[in-house]
């Protein structure tokens, strides 16, 4: 109970006793805070009405909020701001604890990274179609038909891209190497195509056995790559890409030895291509 002085209108003094309001608990004023906090601080601002009458229990109530939020709302604010600045803190030093472990850019890979391209350049037009279906990588079973008769089977995979700003294809052949064998076997050729012959030109290289030989050609037909040279050897030969699909293709390696009347069958590759690495047919 509190007692409180008032005046008459005869201007006799009298005594009233009001019943106090209960106190407030700290889940009370935190609720407060987290649904209306600027409401509730404003509200011990407003003038007049109801905050004035000093035996309303809910205004006395109100302001007991308000008065507890006032105290504590510059403490909650500050915690707030602490909290977000150590979390900003805490992300800076994780990046840099990130940058700092992130191994050093070899610049022997330099070479590598400018040289490939993600797809054909614009010049090439139509003609960009004859390799660009076969980008990508490819399981191989490769066939090598011997001179007396016998077929030796290997495994590997053919790894086919755009280098060179895309005006040039390159590719990897890669043989498994077999029990007893420590070292897989690899050669790469470099296609591209000539304005002025109107032909695709290839080189390829196979390091380990001090093999380079050239050939050139292009289409026959939607589903078949033909190219012709001459071999180390002075003898024809003939290599050819046959029944091109999205997902498979074969391989043919063919050498004559009477000036191109007859071939003979040396290689045969039979390509699937890995799940995930498509081209354009």
């Not at 649904?35 to 601080?41: L, S, W």
């Not at 011990?44 to 035996?55: E, L, V």
Request: one cysteine or more; glycine letters at 8%.
């Amino acid at each position: 109970m509190q007692s409180i002085d008032l005046k008459s209108r005869d201007g006799e003094k009298r005594t009233a006793l009001i019943q106090s309001p209960p106190p407030l608990k700290v889940s009370t004023i935190l609720k407060a805070v987290v649904r209306h906090p600027f409401k509730i601080f404003n509200a011990r601002h407003k003038k007049g009405g109801s905050m004035h009458k000093k035996n309303d229990q809910c205004t006395q109530r109100n302001l007991q909020i308000s008065s507890a939020i006032t105290n504590a709302y510059p403490a909650l604010l500050g915690a707030r701001i602490i909290l977000a600045c150590a979390a900003l803190l805490a992300a800076q030093v994780k990046a840099q604890e990130s940058t700092q472990s992130a191994p050093a850019s070899d610049p022997r890979r330099d070479m590598i990274k400018a040289l490939g391209a993600l797809s054909p350049h614009p010049s090439l037009g139509e003609e960009a179609r004859v390799f660009d279906r076969l980008v990508g990588t490819w399981d191989c079973d490769y066939s090598f038909h011997l001179d007396d008769g016998s077929v030796r089977h290997s495994k590997g995979e053919l790894l086919l891209g755009w280098i060179l700003e895309g005006r040039a294809v390159q590719d990897i052949f890669v043989t498994y190497p077999k029990d007893g064998e420590k070292e897989r076997r690899m050669g790469t050729t470099l296609r591209f195509f000539d304005t002025a012959l109107k032909q695709w030109r290839i080189v390829f290289v196979g390091p380990q056995f001090n093999y380079l030989v050239t050939v050139q050609g292009g289409s026959e037909g939607r589903d078949r790559i033909v190219l012709r040279g001459v071999d180390i050897d002075g003898a024809p030969i003939r290599w050819s890409f046959n029944d091109i699909k999205p997902d498979s293709f074969v391989w043919r390696g063919e050498k004559s030895h009477d000036h191109g009347k007859t071939w003979k069958l040396e290689e045969e590759h039979n390509m699937k291509r890995r799940s995930g690495t498509g081209g354009q047919q």
